[in-house]
């Protein structure tokens, strides 16, 4: 009787190590990866993500508008190198083109167009930046506890054949994505007819109304409508914005 | 690699950026922490595309595909934003979004002032219009 219960209880055992090997074993084939010994594309992604994530703190927390989006160049030029670390290297080389290239400068025109201060701005923050300040930290740490708790044991594999390679990419983009394309070369274009005829309306409405003043200064058209805008003559800047 | 790397990455720049549209106050640096959101969306993008093109056998590669998809209409989101926060300047002389409460209800008309602080105000918006 006792020998068959010993039996049992070591048939119990067994059955149990079992079980717990067998819940284990995802566990030591991802262990090859190995948590605590990254490789060296690991090693990569951390440094530059780690330079990625302090520019992008640069960019909004400083109160220099112009340094803000020279560190905006080196936030996305940092995200370039993590998409060649992450082998879609079509997309490294876009990103590089579109947002280092034009994007940027764009904001950069912005910041001049609009006079932005050359040093520091004390107001470059709005009153309410503890409450984004809260709001970020929480949606921040939230966002991180269930991501890295989704995701605790899924490794990417990036050997073999790159995943984002021009020709994959495009091969793939011309395939099973045209209709979406041809459709966003429409948008783009409505985009830019868009862009258009926001700065000009504004330009041809505001000369309008003083047509009679336009003649007797002869025709230029910024000078009558700085002095037709009753809030805009209140300071030579804005006078100077205007024009 | 690991994939919670890029995805906590991509957590930690996009909340970054909320925190950048929430405390700006100049809207250029609004639109800067906008393409950072986006930014952060683009590298999740990008981090699931690699995973799943080598886990699924058929694959589209959306990732990709929407990644560039996002860039695309990030540019032209930012050559509207551009120009309307530069109309927006012309008209009122700063791109101070806390200043911009033309279209605001409640008790900034009901001020001493506020009436004619609207009145302005509501022939400037018909001559933006």
């Known amino acids: 009787m006792t020998v068959i219960a010993a039996t049992a209880t070591v048939a119990q055992a067994t059955a149990a190590h079992a079980t717990a090997a067998h819940v284990n074993a995802p566990t030591a084939v991802a262990g090859t990866h190995g948590f605590l010994s990254p490789t060296g594309v690991e090693i990569a992604f951390l440094i530059v993500g780690l330079a990625t994530f302090g520019a992008a703190l640069v960019t909004v927390t400083t109160r220099q508008l112009v340094h803000a989006a020279l560190w905006l160049v080196v936030t996305l030029g940092g995200l370039a190198v993590e998409y060649l670390l992450l082998t879609a290297e079509f997309i490294a080389w876009v990103q590089v083109l579109i947002y280092v290239g034009s994007v940027v400068v764009l904001l950069l025109f912005g910041l001049m167009l609009t006079k932005a201060p050359i040093g520091r701005s004390p107001d470059a923050d709005s009153g309410n930046r503890w409450a984004a300040l809260t709001v970020a930290v929480a949606a921040a740490a939230a966002l991180v506890w269930v991501v890295v708790d989704a995701f605790r044991t899924t490794w990417m594999d990036l050997d073999g054949p790159a995943a984002g390679s021009t020709a994959v990419t495009g091969a793939s983009l011309f395939q099973n994505w045209v209709l979406p394309f041809e459709a966003l070369s429409v948008l783009l274009l409505a985009a830019l007819v868009g862009a258009i005829v926001l700065s000009r309306k504004a330009k041809a409405e505001m000369s309008s109304p003083p047509v009679n003043s336009r003649a007797a200064t002869g025709g230029s058209p910024s000078v009558p409508d700085s002095r037709n805008h009753p809030i805009e003559g209140n300071s030579p800047a804005e006078q100077e914005g205007a024009r | ?129």
């Open chain 2, 1 to 129: 690699m690991h994939l919670a790397y890029p995805a906590v990455l991509s957590a930690l720049l996009f909340c970054t950026g909320l925190y950048g549209v929430l405390a700006r106050r100049n809207a250029i640096l609004v639109l800067m922490s906008v393409e950072l959101m986006l930014n952060a969306v683009n590298l999740n993008l990008v981090a699931f595309d690699v995973w799943l093109s080598k886990a699924a056998q058929e694959t589209l590669h959306s990732g990709q595909a929407l990644t560039l998809f996002t860039i695309a209409i990030a540019a032209a989101e930012i050559g509207i934003g551009l120009a309307i926060v530069l109309a927006v300047y012309r008209n009122h002389g700063t791109s101070d979004i806390d200043r911009l409460r033309d279209s605001a209800e409640g008790h900034e008309s009901d001020g001493p002032d506020g009436n004619a602080l609207t009145a302005e105000e509501t022939g400037k918006a018909e001559a933006t219009a």
